[in-house]
């Protein structure tokens, strides 16, 4: 670097440092403002920056003055009473600049559809977050055509404004007497929640064209009860899972981890496999008294939100529902068998749709 450039960068440096004191004391621009105390005894306004020109009235110490603008040690005060004039910025002390915040442009507004999918962009195509049920209230952060972005609970993504409205749900009036009873409820219910298969047990398998892989039952239980965990939780259940990664619990050790907790409900996660053409959806249970109320409240809700075959409630001897003394039950959900319906259960949508759908059955199961 030459000397002049040095000399050059020395003095800019040392400008924009002045510059920013200078901005923070007093500001520079008229197209901001900031107050400032006067702290003469008396300060006197003046017509223009400069003492020869007229007094035009007077200021004590103390006195609160808006600076609109500054000229070489003067500052132009803004009066709304009196005239507007010049002090000498030698005797204001400036105040805090006021930071205006804009007025909220969010906008409450509620789920008028029996689902709603929350996405992570604006369109059909992505990714879901979470399904938002009827009624849901949100709040609207932006609009983008046809799409809002929203935030719900932890979520924040895009909508289909089509299905919000701003009117809120009417309040339903209770047809029965308010039940003087302890209110059943999910919450502090323990449930244990079993992914069928992993580790060396991958269960049944199928290939999927559009991930242009092996699809292992193994994982898909692992994502759905992972995926049913968080929701029941976050409706106030203790959840225990029998695995939580990729390993192989025996089917007595998922069955005695329902036993040590005392589990009000034991929901073993699989799904099915068969012939190319064969669909739907099934619960077994195993005990008619203590597990079929279980099966029938699940199976429901999960027919409900999928347009997926019924294929009913079983009864049938599968260890872990047979072996529990606990209320327990076997879900199957959808054939990995079956191309079609494998390219549903793969999907996240799916996976949403169903995890809130378990969720929803044992709420009902307990309620
Ligand atoms: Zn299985």
């Not at 400036?94 to 709603?116: C, D, E, F, H, W």
């Not at 290939?207 to 699809?215: G, R, T």
């Amino acid at each position: 670097m030459s000397k002049i450039k040095k000399k050059f960068w020395v003095l800019a440096c040392a400008f924009v440092f002045v510059s920013m004191f200078y901005a923070n004391s007093i500001p520079a621009k008229a197209a901001s403002y900031q107050n400032a105390k006067i702290t003469a005894s008396t300060l006197n306004v003046r017509s223009t920056p400069s003492t020869k020109s007229a007094i035009l009235w007077k200021l004590s110490k103390g006195q609160i003055v808006k600076i609109t603008q500054t000229s070489k040690g003067w500052a132009k005060i803004d009066d709304p009473k009196k005239k507007d004039g010049w002090v000498s910025a030698d005797y204001l002390q400036p105040m805090p600049v006021q930071v205006k915040t804009p007025a909220a442009t969010t906008k409450s507004y509620y789920v008028n559809a029996s689902g709603l999918y929350l996405r992570k962009e604006a369109n059909t195509k992505a990714q879901a977050i979470t399904l938002l049920p009827n009624q849901t209230k949100v709040v609207e952060l932006s609009r983008n055509g046809s799409w809002s972005k929203i935030t719900y609970k932890p979520y924040t993504g895009w909508v289909s404004n089509k299905y919000l409205t701003d009117k809120a749900p009417a309040a339903s009036k209770p047809s029965v007497p308010v039940p003087q009873t302890k209110p059943k409820t999910i919450v502090g219910k323990t449930i244990v929640l079993d992914a069928g298969h992993g580790g060396t047990d991958p269960g049944s398998a199928g290939y999927s064209p559009a991930l242009k892989k092996a699809v292992l039952e193994k994982d898909l239980t692992l994502m759905m009860v992972q995926k049913t965990a968080a929701l029941l939780k976050d409706a106030g259940a203790n959840v225990i899972l029998t695995r939580s990664s990729d390993t192989y619990p025996s089917l007595q050790a998922r069955v005695d981890l329902a036993e040590k907790y005392h589990a009000d409900a034991f929901v073993s996660v699989h799904y099915n496999a068969g012939s190319s053409t064969a669909s739907g959806l099934e619960t077994y249970y195993y005990t008619q008294a203590k597990d079929q109320k279980l099966a029938d409240c699940i199976q429901r809700e999960m027919v409900k939100a999928t347009s997926m075959r019924d294929r009913g409630v079983k009864k049938e001897s599968l260890h872990v529902v047979r072996e529990n003394s606990q209320p327990a039950v076997l879900l199957e959900l959808g054939f990995i068998s079956n191309q079609k319906e494998l390219d549903t259960i793969i999907s996240n949508e799916y996976q949403i749709t169903m995890s809130n759908a378990i969720c929803n059955g044992l709420k009902n199961y307990f309620y």
